[in-house]
């Protein structure tokens, strides 16, 4: 066999190793993102949501909060005078 026969065949087995490589991470990669999306916020009931401020603290005043309705961390509509136990004054 000669030297340019070998270095072909091992330069094919490069691009097949990367090519299965690129096709396992295409196909990992999106579950590990849905499962981290769906991870990421919590739901209002777990967090003790509620629609009006608690001891002068409300969504509207927390890093978290989102405007109009939303929160970076809690799931569904948030009202800006809500408040829940993940409050973070910004
Ligand atoms: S108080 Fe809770 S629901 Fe409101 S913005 Fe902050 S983290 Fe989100």
């Known amino acids: 066999m000669s030297s340019v026969t070998v270095d072909l065949m091992a330069s094919r087995r490069t691009v097949l190793g990367r090519a299965a490589i690129a096709a396992i991470g295409a196909m990992v990669l999106p579950a590990a993102g849905a499962a981290s999306a769906s991870a990421a916020k919590s739901a ?7 629609g009006h401020p608690k ?9 978290n909060f989102q405007p109009p309705q939303s929160c970076k961390v809690v799931e569904g509509p948030i009202e800006p005078s809500g408040w829940c136990d993940k409050y973070t004054h910004s």
């Open 44 to 50: 209002q009931k777990s967090v003790e949501y509620q």
């Open 55 to 63: 001891a002068g603290h409300s969504c509207n005043t927390c890093k």
